[in-house]
Nanobody, 121 residues
Framework: QVQLVESGGGLVQPGGSLSLSCAAS????????MAWYRQAPGKQRELVAA???????NYTDSVKGRFTISRDSAKKTVYLQMNSLKPEDTAVYYC???????????????WGQGTQVTVSS
């Protein structure tokens, strides 16, 4: 059983910072990539940032220069450092594990339960 558990969401004022983390657990042999998505009320879920096993990263244009994705392979954890937050960053943020292979050879994508980020004065 593979689980992704996010933490670190909350309420922050515009211009502030928050750090999210997502820890993967279970019988994991390898992880191809991990990503953060977000979904604001009434909007579709969108990719925010992603990082591969080779540490290649990509970001949606609206967060470039403000958000940084990183990972700790040993801890099977991915982080999202969010700086200069704006009200439009308000959303539920979801962690996504791409191509997670278990010790039994099963490969699948997994999602965390989501964590709320609210940017408001």
């Amino acid at each position: 059983q593979v689980q992704l558990v996010e933490s670190g969401g909350g309420l922050v004022q515009p211009g502030g910072s928050l750090s999210l983390s997502c820890a993967a657990s279970g019988s994991i042999f390898s992880i191809n990539a991990m990503a953060w998505y977000r979904q604001a009320p009434g909007k579709q879920r969108e990719l925010v940032a992603a990082i591969t096993s080779g540490d290649s990263t990509n970001y949606t244009d609206s967060v470039k220069g403000r958000f940084t994705i990183s990972r700790d392979s040993a801890k099977k954890t991915v982080y999202l450092q969010m700086n200069s937050l704006k009200p439009e960053d308000t959303a539920v943020y979801y962690c996504n594990g791409v191509g997670i292979r278990t010790y039994w050879g099963y490969v699948a994508d997994y999602w965390g339960q989501g964590t709320q980020v609210t940017v408001s004065s």
